[in-house]
């Protein structure tokens, strides 16, 4: 089955500066990757997400890059801000098998002001 | 967007009883629905998929017997935790999709069992 592993589990920067979250994952077939952002007692919230058809996906101050051939994917964040800090979670789905994702372990960001 | 309903949002048990999870998709007609476990400071747990009128497909190591999934309707979807113990204190999340595959989460149910 799927793997996703996701990279630092921890991370704290200050205000302003740049956040990257890293994950790669194992099948080849997984065509949807998802980037989830959680607060503490909350549901995961969909930040952003890319298909396997598009290298790089913009929204403000998120970003998100796929690499195919590397099975790598990330989480870029600019001028961060203290109400970015949550638990964010990375995933990879498997289009044909009706959309089940496989989740990476987490990063914590702090974003200390 | 999509909006997933999740009932309750919290409860406490005493070991031994048994306790029911609804989860709803209130806008759209999930054709699937997904089950999460979550424990303190860890990730998302697949525990099930559920597809509407159907038996659910559970991921290995978890028990079908006592973690029932009924998927009556497009919108909704429940999971009875069967004779529940406190090692079954945990958060459950649901999740719906519809015609793509981005998935919908509901608000999550925190289960104590006492």
């Known amino acids: 089955g799927e793997n996703v592993e996701q990279h630092p589990s921890t991370l704290s920067v200050q205000e302003g500066d740049s956040a990257v979250i890293k994950c790669t994952y194992s099948d080849s077939a997984s065509n949807y990757f998802p980037w989830y952002k959680q607060e503490l007692g909350k549901r995961p919230q969909l930040i952003i997400d890319?298909?396997?058809?598009?290298g790089e996906k913009k929204d403000q101050r998120i970003a998100v890059t796929l690499n195919k051939t590397a099975k790598h994917f990330s989480l870029h964040i600019t001028e961060t801000q203290p109400e970015d800090s949550a638990v964010y979670f990375c995933?990879?789905?498997?289009?044909?098998?009706?959309?089940?994702?496989?989740f990476g372990d987490g990063t914590t960001l702090t974003v200390k002001p | 967007g999509a909006v997933v309903s999740q009932h309750p949002s919290w409860v406490i048990c005493k070991s031994g009883t048994s306790v029911k999870i609804e989860c709803r998709s209130l806008d759209f007609q999930a054709t699937t629905m997904f089950w999460y476990r979550q424990f303190p400071k860890q990730s998302l747990m697949l525990m099930a998929t559920s597809n509407e009128g159907s038996k659910a497909t559970y991921e290995q190591g978890v028990e079908k017997d006592k973690f029932l999934i009924n998927h009556a309707s497009l919108t909704l979807s429940t999971l009875t935790v069967t004779s529940a113990h406190p090692e079954d204190s945990s958060f459950y999340i649901c999740?719906?999709?519809?015609?793509?595959?981005?998935?919908?989460f509901g608000p999550g149910t925190r289960l104590t069992v006492l």
């Open positions: 995933a990879a789905t498997f289009n044909t098998n009706a959309g089940k994702s496989t």
């Open positions: 999740s719906a999709t519809g015609l793509s595959n981005e998935q919908f």
């Open positions: 890319i298909r396997s058809n598009v």
